[in-house]
DNA sequence: GATGAATGAGGCTTCATTCAT
DNA sequence: CATGAATGAAGCCTCATTCAT
């Protein structure tokens, strides 16, 4: 408290993996799993190759980890607003995509989806931590989310199973889209135009005819 | 005609190519693009590496020769379809779908989509060429679907550009499960059932109702 | 034949593994199997880095072939003369140590038993490799030998298994003074002068004695 | 005296260097000079690596130490036997070959012996003193008691320096079979039977024949 | 005295591409 | 046409040693 100087210090030391991550983050993002050299990494966060050894086993608890740091927290409020909502499902819907847009797919963090769709077959045991942290989570929270609809009479009745999957594929495509072909493309999709395309259909595709 | 020896050469010389693009459409699609060495390809073709180069400038060159040989027929076909069609935009709509699906998404070939969709940011000038070649091509061909329903009255008037894309998402991530995370999944996830949770969810969303 | 030039390709590409398997020995003996570099190995032999992993799959392969090609075919050797030998145990006893000395001991291949015992415990598979290569056939080879001496009556009756390792222990020793510590003794050992003293040790021990 | 905390303090920085000699020796021991990490030894002592560095110049500097400490006096004391001895050479013989089984072949220090015939072409500055403290010393002792018994005739008059090698070499050969292929054999040698052997043989071969 | 974060050279291995035959 | 030996640039990871605190 009194000395500036060790905390300084200190605070570095607690610093270091964060920038670490924060380096680390942009690399995969930008070039993907296997294309990231920890080389740049360490150029990119200041430090010399053999700091990142310090910090982390390998590349792939690096990128476990930056998952860990970055993604599964989102993740976790997501299911909290679920669980606690209580207004309509539509409403929810909206929310839950709207905020998944903010938090992740406007976000750099996109790339890792992207990523992990793309690589994922060439790194198993980076596939299987993903895939239980990340991906089932994410698909048992959109689950009840229609759950929820369709007990309270919003939705129409419908397999919740494949129904959380097409929900989940325009979103992801988003995210794909973004870091795949947008160097190609001057139409540059606007996401937002998109979301709401994506929320109507979803909605007039979903939402329960009062008669008929 | 007299010459068997001779001719039979010349049949290996045509085919030669074909088994080439064969034995690297199937590693392309295993591991993808930078994953797949070329001596992999030439082991698998019963050839040696220096061959390869007799037929392809290079890896690159080889892969597009992969997606012009069995990709860009199928489009050709599908847009044969659509500017032919005589019946229902509705039953079009599952003609496209389903037909796709056949071609494309239940064969190999659908690791070449997951393939650019995973790696084009990483190898610039085969995404121009695909992102030409290839989608541009097919979101035509799903836009003049939807325009063909909206003026015939059966769909609801929507964002033909935005409701384009997030038609093909689904079907685009249908390819890429299945060479993702499916390995994980131990409820694979049966594509039928998929696509028609999807055809049923679009044409909800989309069909003009009648009165209302 | 008649073709020179093919002939004199051929010739090169037959004897490259030789040539490589002829610096990695001058190595391995030189430096022991984990300070050799494969650089090193490339540099002597005259080709880059990557042509060794044209022929072996890595440094523990390359070792073991090393010990194939030269080490074993000697054990085999040995043990035809065991085999086939006519003449007293007494002289034979002299032929198996004076022809290990010529073959092995007095040769760059005594390096390789140093290395083994040196470097084992830190490389299991290759340990195991030649634990049961050259280690369990020698002392089996040395031990029909002694069974042979004791039942023909020439040898006082012993232990086997232990004398075995008895007799094998100065020959290994001498084998790696020539590799430890030989820069440090301007006292050479002369080996043979070593060797007259070990086999007179031995059979003054091992004689039957006729009467007593 | 009046002082405990102080004193503590004096008894550790005493008392360092030995916890950390300790270290250094078990892990030399087990994995040889140069695959030993000091890191893994500072791990084991319980203190920082650079802690290390504040008892021990570097790495050689450590391992002269550990030498030093433990392998030195053990050879003092053989001396001192060796020179006050008063009963039969054979007994003086057998009590050295016992007492050096004790104190050093069946302790860890055995693996100091392995390491050093193993890793010495490597570090030539440790070579050399290892050379000068204790293998001159040794082998000078060991010649002392075979001249005490040849002066004495207890034992046939023989080359006395290449008898002292030869003599060695099973001690030294039971020390590397220890540490070097002992995971790849289930007959582990039983050392006592090793050694009655040795001995066995060794006075047959050595002792004076009374008449003949 | 003690710490432990940081360094950076060095080793093994991979693979697209070339070229002499 | 076809071969396949050879290359060499990279990439991941290790570890003895230093130094600011």
Redesign the interface.
């Known amino acids: 408290m009194n000395c500036p100087l060790k905390k300084r210090w200190e605070r570095r030391k607690d610093a270091r993996p964060q920038e670490l991550l924060a380096a680390a983050l942009d690399l995969f993002v930008?070039?993907?799993f296997?294309?990231t050299r920890l080389d740049d990494v360490a150029a990119r966060a200041g430090v010399s190759k053999g700091t990142l050894y310090l910090y982390f086993t390998n590349k792939e608890e690096l990128f476990k980890a930056v998952v860990r740091e970055n993604v599964v927290p989102v993740l976790g409020e997501a299911e909290g607003i679920v669980e606690a909502y209580e207004g309509s499902t539509v409403d929810l819907f909206r929310e839950i995509v709207l905020g998944w847009w903010e938090r992740i797919g406007a976000t750099k963090l996109s790339g890792i989806t992207?990523l992990?769709?793309?690589?994922?077959?060439?790194f198993?045991e980076v596939?299987?931590f993903y895939?239980?942290e990340v991906?089932r989570r994410g698909e048992a929270m959109i689950a009840r989310m229609l759950e929820r609809g369709v007990q309270r009479g919003e939705f129409?009745p419908?397999?919740i199973?494949?129904?959380t999957?097409?929900i989940?594929?325009?979103m992801?495509?988003?995210m794909?889209?973004k870091?795949?072909?947008s160097?190609?493309?001057q139409?540059q999709?606007s996401p937002e135009?998109?979301l709401?395309?994506?929320v109507?259909?979803?909605?007039?595709?979903?939402i329960a005819q009062p008669s008929r």
């Open positions: 930008e070039k993907g296997a294309a992207k992990m769709m793309a690589e994922s077959s060439n198993p596939t299987q895939h239980d991906i129409r419908v397999d199973h494949q129904a999957r097409v989940c594929s325009p992801i495509m988003l794909m889209w870091h795949s072909f160097t190609c493309r139409d999709v135009d998109y709401n395309s994506f109507d259909m979803f909605l007039h595709g979903m």
